[in-house]
């Protein structure tokens, strides 16, 4: 199969991440000969944040293989909806939502997320606040299977999430027409295992992976199992 018949893969990161956690993926999926796009998501509105989505998939031809990290299975949730380029979505310790359920109402819909205690809201000018995770947290939360020195940069480099893009209740979901895989990380400190689970079984997911001792930032720690799911999605594209 030659690079132009195969799907192009887009990699969408969530909430105190950014583009470049998806690296280590990144070269797996290159190496496989695979288009590859890393979006640069807004984390400012989950409306805007999934229009943005939809102009850059707009600006892709041919068939799509739509990839999310944590806030980031919001957007492809949202911005896959309608559109016949998407062929396979892949919640990577992701939030998968139906109508009106928002990230925040995922996160505590079973127990087990310790991040509310790590957050450190900015106000904004407008009323609303950032949120990011205090540094010196940041690693036993987030990333604890991460080498210490690449956490301490990862903690440096995040990008802060707005609080209204986590309350905002989602749209009519595009996994309910799009094949969809789940990689769970069962020791995600962020979204709870029971959380996932539930998810990726509401969604009727052609695969669920969950890997032992994976923290939330799974797509740093274990970048060849996840490409490997991502691979096991773009191959089912015909």
Known sequence: MSNRQKPTIVLVHGAFAESASWNGVVVKLQDQGYPVVGVANPLRSLAGDVGYLREVLAGIEGPIVLAGHSYGGMLISGAATGN????????VAAFAPVEGESALELSNKYPG???????NPTTLDDGSTDLS???????????????AGEAALMAVTQRPIRDVALSQGAGEPAWRETPSWFLIPAA??????????????????????????????????????????????AKSVR
């Open 188 to 233: 995600d400190k962020n979204i709870p295992l029971e959380a996932q689970r539930f998810m990726a079984q509401r969604a009727d997911a052609r695969e669920a992976v969950e890997l032992e001792g994976a923290s939330h930032a799974v797509t740093v720690s274990r970048p060849l199992e996840v490409a490997n799911l991502i691979l096991a999605a």
């Open 133 to 147: 995770i205090k540094q010196e947290l940041f690693r036993q939360q987030f990333a604890a299977d991460v080498p």
């Open 84 to 91: 016949k380029q998407v062929k396979a979505l892949v919640y």
């Open 113 to 119: 997320s310790t991040l509310g205690d790590t957050l």
